[in-house]
């Protein structure tokens, strides 16, 4: 879980810095500049997203819930509704994760109704 914690902490770190710069509603070239840098890092997770995608894969249930909490712990915004929001989606979206990995399990096909057992 440490290079998914990686990945988020660097979106994270970007967010935040473009939040910050548009507390006054502009920018300055060394807010931008800030953005830009931080920016650099998103590359690295596009390099790797095979092995951050194996990764998240691989995690348990009580992994993903882990990662929930420490998600909501380090992203902080000034808009606190925004915050909970993006928050809320990002649980939102790891549970559906988990929603999918039943389904895989019980080999379900999701796109009938009733979703009979395949064979």
């Known amino acids: 879980m440490n290079d998914i914690q990686k990945a988020l902490a660097t979106l994270i770190n970007v967010v935040e810095k473009i939040d910050k710069a ?30 951050l995608k194996d ?11 882990a990662l929930i909490a ?12 925004t915050e909970a929001l993006v928050e809320k989606i990002f649980d939102a979206l790891i549970q559906l994760s988990e929603g999918f990995d039943l389904l895989k399990a019980a080999k379900v096909d999701p796109s009938l109704p009733g979703g009979p057992v395949v064979k």
Not at 23 to 47: P, R, S, V
Not at 73 to 78: D, H, I, M, S, Y
């Open 70 to 81: 420490w998600f909501n712990n380090e992203f902080q915004l000034r808009n606190q509704a």
């Open 22 to 51: 548009s507390a006054d509603g502009k920018f300055t070239i060394t807010e931008d500049l800030g953005i830009a840098i931080a920016g650099i890092g998103l590359i690295k997770i596009f390099k790797n997203i095979k092995s």
């Open 55 to 65: 990764e998240f894969l691989a995690l348990s249930n009580d992994d993903k819930t």
